[in-house]
């Protein structure tokens, strides 16, 4: 677990990776010695493998242009297969050619001033600190990014329209408004000193986090994935004045555009600066970790008046153990405000893994029955549309059927 606090500036202060305690005990000394390197070899092994899960992530980030720029060349090369009849068709082609790396290369100024962060050494979580020197020895083992790695990174750019841009408002509305509101009609009438606590599990980019603080709550992001934490370590300690940056997240496909201006129309980034949405100092704080190994330690226990996820629970490989894990974070009485589907992330992991991973996938009506058995009590239900990262003007909109609750920590 890596946890950093984010100031009215958002700035991030950094506590150190809990460590385990060994004692001695009846079985003496040696016993001991061997549970201590036993416990050492596992931690080392484990901070190997998330330097090198973040190498992996921050190459696929520094490979950005090179790949975006491939897709624009296999569009040319296609196009110079056509007749002399049939490019007479476009001669616009090779001015949106040129505009779409154009779009490219302003992607790459906003990933590049993102990972000059981390190499210039300033005052960034330590978790993050080693991306590009990860980065570098990971260059040296594989010479190519994977596709899937390479669309997260295009994710990164459609994420950013969703939770920081004026084009993301309407669907930030259908769920970051919904959530606030509730939380507000539940949470109301604190006082100001003792603020309620909030968690939101799988943050993103933070967005909602700021929204809760902003009306005053104190509020705990919690994200485990680098390309998430990357990012809005970025635009929440980087960020000198709204609008700041342009980005270009749909410029990547040819499909469903009605325009070719439409296709590469820009969105500035952030809309309004971070810092604006918190009220002071300590009113928020980032948990860089998996759900389920950070909250369901003993001492989480009771430690949230609210829990709020959205488009989170289908994240899960158990949903079960999520909803437990909820269950044992928050006070009795307290609540949890959930909004979204259940499109699990995991149903078809053995199509693209080489190992089959567990994946629990129920109906929400097992989801609801399961809640009540282990002990919350719904006070308020309803099925909602919302959408997620969608762009306004394609031919293709995904809009959810989100069910939206309320449920009560009964004692």
Not at 53 to 72: C, D, H, N, P, T
Not at 257 to 267: C, F
Request: aromatic fraction near 8%.
């Amino acid at each position: 677990m890596h946890q950093h606090a984010c100031g009215s500036g958002c700035g991030h202060s950094h506590d150190p990776r809990p460590h385990s305690h060994h004692s001695t005990g009846r079985t003496g000394h040696k016993r001991s010695s061997k549970a201590a390197s036993k416990a050492q070899n596992d931690q080392e092994r484990m901070e190997l493998e998330e330097r090198q899960a973040l190498g992996k992530i921050v190459f696929a980030m520094q490979q950005y242009r090179s790949e975006a720029e491939w897709e624009v060349s296999r569009w040319e090369r296609n196009h110079s297969q056509l007749s002399d009849e049939h490019r007479a068709l476009l001669p616009h082609q090779p001015a949106k050619f040129a505009a779409a790396r154009n779009c490219i290369h302003n992607n790459y100024l906003f990933i590049k001033s993102l990972l000059d962060m981390y190499h210039e050494g300033e005052a960034v979580p330590e978790h993050l600190s080693a991306a590009n020197a990860a980065a570098q020895e990971h260059a040296r083992r594989h010479k190519h990014v994977h596709p899937g790695d390479m669309e997260k990174v295009r994710y990164v750019f459609k994420n950013l329209m969703r939770d920081w841009s004026q084009d993301g408002a309407p669907e930030r509305t259908q769920s970051y408004g919904r959530i606030c509101q509730e939380a507000q009609k539940q949470l109301a009438g604190r006082n100001p000193n003792d603020p309620a606590k909030i968690l939101v599990p799988g943050a993103g980019l933070g967005r909602l986090c700021l929204e809760l603080t902003n009306q005053g709550f104190e509020v705990q992001g919690n994200e485990f994935s680098y390309y998430m934490l990357l990012t809005s370590s970025f635009i929440l300690n980087n960020t000198e004045r709204p609008e700041q940056w342009t980005v270009f997240p749909w410029m990547h496909s040819n499909c469903n555009h009605k325009s070719v201006a439409d296709q590469l129309r820009g969105v500035t980034v952030p809309d309004v600066h971070p810092a604006a949405l918190v009220q002071r100092p300590g009113l928020l704080s980032m948990c860089a970790g998996d759900f389920v190994e950070v909250y369901s330690a003993p001492d989480q226990a009771a430690s949230f008046d609210c829990v709020a996820t959205c488009f989170f629970l289908d994240t899960a490989h158990n949903i079960l153990q999520y909803m437990q894990i909820i269950r044992h974070i928050l006070k009795d009485g307290g609540c949890w405000i959930n909004l979204g589907p259940l499109l699990f992330h995991w149903a078809d992991a053995h199509t693209y893994l080489p190992e089959e991973e567990l994946s629990i996938e129920l109906s929400l009506d097992e989801v609801e029955a399961a809640a009540t058995q282990l002990g919350f009590k719904t006070i308020k239900r309803e099925m909602v549309s919302a959408a997620y990262m969608t762009n306004l003007r394609s031919m293709l909109k995904s809009t959810y059927n989100c069910v939206f609750w309320t449920m009560i920590k009964e004692a």
